[in-house]
């Protein structure tokens, strides 16, 4: 898959993100959420492991979205991108030839 990089404000906290293209004639809407995680949020092991941190962050997070995108890591946080899981079946129905315009 392409991808096609939008600059977004680097904003503590939750972003939501809409995007409606059109591609070939086909219209298509996507929901993504940014949330750039400071690492004091982070309830980290002994061992400092912040994958840990990051896989909890997940596996508890709203289960109307799944990751999308672990962003590089810088010394006080961590960017996640999440994308609606709707929006994620259809984009790969779209893809796969099985949408309609």
């Known amino acids: 898959?392409?991808?096609?990089?939008?600059?977004i404000p680097n904003l503590p906290g939750k972003q939501d993100i809409e995007i409606?293209?059109?591609?070939?004639?086909?219209?298509?809407?996507l929901r993504y959420?940014?949330?750039?995680?400071d690492w004091t949020e982070c309830l980290?092991?002994?061992?400092?492991?912040?994958?840990?941190c990051i896989r909890e962050l997940?596996?508890?997070?709203?289960q109307d979205w799944?990751?999308?995108?672990?962003?590089a890591p810088g010394e006080d946080y961590v960017p996640?991108?999440?994308i609606h899981k709707e929006d994620w079946a259809a984009q790969h129905r779209w893809l796969w030839g099985e949408m309609t315009v």
Request: aromatic share 6%; charged share 30%; net charge negative.
């Open 1 to 7: 898959m392409l991808n096609l990089t939008i600059p």
């Open 20 to 29: 409606e293209m059109k591609m070939n004639g086909h219209r298509q809407k």
């Open 33 to 37: 959420r940014v949330e750039v995680i």
């Open 44 to 52: 980290v092991s002994e061992d400092g492991d912040r994958v840990d």
């Open 58 to 62: 997940i596996n508890e997070y709203d």
């Open 66 to 71: 799944m990751i999308y995108h672990i962003g």
């Open 80 to 82: 996640l991108t999440f």
